[in-house]
């Protein structure tokens, strides 16, 4: 069983700054690939930004240059800095961990639960 903790969200003022984590646990055999999607009331689960195993970044076209995902391989957990937040950015964020659970296991997604980020104009 695999268990994906998200913590960081809250309210912030638009031009504001905060920092979520995400930490993995559980059995878990190998991690390729982690990141973070948003979900705003209407509209669909988005992806925000994912970093491979080996340190490849992606992040979506709306949080380039605000937005900075890192890893601590060793710990299983993956953050998101977000800076200079705007109202737009308000969401659910939901951790994913694409991993394996054993060596012969295909791999598979695993969600957060999410933590909520309001952003206040």
């Known amino acids: 069983q695999v268990q994906l903790v998200e913590s960081g969200g809250g309210l912030v003022q638009a031009g504001g700054s905060l920092r979520l984590s995400c930490a993995a646990s559980?059995?878990?055999?190998?991690?390729?690939?982690m990141g973070w999607y948003r979900q705003a009331p209407g509209k669909q689960r988005e992806l925000v930004a994912s970093i491979t195993n080996g340190g490849t970044t992606n992040y979506a076209d709306s949080v380039k240059g605000r937005f900075a995902i890192s890893k601590d391989n060793a710990k299983n957990t993956v953050y998101l800095q977000m800076n200079n937040l705007k109202p737009e950015d308000a969401a659910v964020y939901y951790c994913?961990?694409?991993?394996?659970?054993?060596?012969?296991?295909?791999?598979?997604?695993?969600w957060g639960q999410g933590t909520q980020v309001t952003v206040s104009s």
């Open positions: 994913d961990a694409y991993l394996r659970t054993r060596w012969n296991s295909p791999q598979r997604d695993y």
């Open positions: 559980g059995s878990i055999f190998s991690i390729n690939t």
